[in-house]
């Protein structure tokens, strides 16, 4: 699934692609199976990202939020070039008459009008954006105590868009072996200060990778590799040797890495299921 990073340099391009221009065709699937929205006229005036969620930013104030989830992707076309994929399996396409932006396969697609109801509870529903130049630290704090149970793994905290927007599987293991900190540790036992001290590193690398190329996480020239744990389950840790592990935790389980070694488990009771040769999700 495509963090915030990415969501970032997808708006960044299809900002400077669209701002400004009027949609010649176009239409957008907000259900399944239903019949999908005209954009037809409706001039584009910018583009925004928040976190893992874009946003196309119409004249009269409405807004087309799109999450990709794990399947979705966009593709830029020429006017007469063939698509790559199946028209069935568009959910937004742009046309402005030099170029067509498709989106296919999103998970989410909503239309927001100006000012509704949803557009509201929206808004408030959403941690705070991890790629904005200063995110509210304490705000970020207090909706992960507010918002889920202490005994929830920190892992499940990360991911959790409602405490802060941007961080997906990939940036979630790599923070929390930056921080010593194991993936299954419950965030009541974890202070306020190391909780933002863990978005504050996502934020930092998420800064550090918004501007493309190679999503990096760990800077040394030795040719080992981009990553610290995230995909190297079964592999010695680059720092102290020890195999890396992988288990899959949370109430919607995914996928964490991390070094038992440098991030060992201070908890008590049965023992993770750990398979160093599973697929990760």
């Known amino acids: 699934m495509p963090e915030g990073d990415t969501i970032y340099q997808l708006a960044t391009y299809l900002g400077e692609v669209l701002g400004g221009r009027s949609v010649l065709r176009g239409f957008a699937r907000l259900d399944r199976g239903q019949v999908p929205m005209d954009l037809a006229g409706r001039r584009v005036a910018g583009v925004n990202a928040h976190g893992k969620h874009l946003f196309l930013l119409f004249e009269d104030g409405s807004r087309l939020r799109s999450h990709l989830g794990m399947r979705g992707s966009w593709h830029a076309y020429g006017p007469a070039q063939r698509w790559q994929r199946s028209p069935r399996q568009a959910s937004i396409m742009l046309d402005t008459g030099t170029q067509v932006l498709v989106c296919f396969n999103a998970l989410q697609v909503e239309w927001l009008r100006e000012g509704s109801v949803r557009q509201r509870s929206l808004a408030v529903s959403l941690g705070p954006d991890l790629l904005a130049s200063r995110p509210d630290w304490q ?43 194991h993936p299954a540790t419950a965030v009541a036992d974890c202070a306020d200060d190391a909780v933002i001290e863990m978005f504050m590193s996502a934020h930092r690398l998420l800064m550090r990778n918004r501007t493309g190329g190679a999503r990096l996480t760990r800077w040394p020239d030795d040719g080992r590799g981009r990553h610290w744990v995230y995909g190297r389950n079964g592999r010695p840790c680059l720092r102290c040797g020890t195999t890396i592990a992988m288990a899959r935790l949370g109430s919607k389980p995914r996928s964490s890495y991390w070094c038992p070694g440098c991030q060992p488990d201070h908890r008590t009771g049965p023992d993770l299921d750990l398979d160093p040769d599973r697929e990760p999700g």
């Open 139 to 181: 705000r970020i704090v207090a909706r992960a105590r507010q918002l889920t149970g202490g005994d929830v793994p920190i892992a499940e905290v990360l991911l959790d868009q409602r405490i802060a927007c941007g961080i997906g599987n990939v940036y979630k293991s790599e923070v929390l072996f930056l921080q010593a900190c």
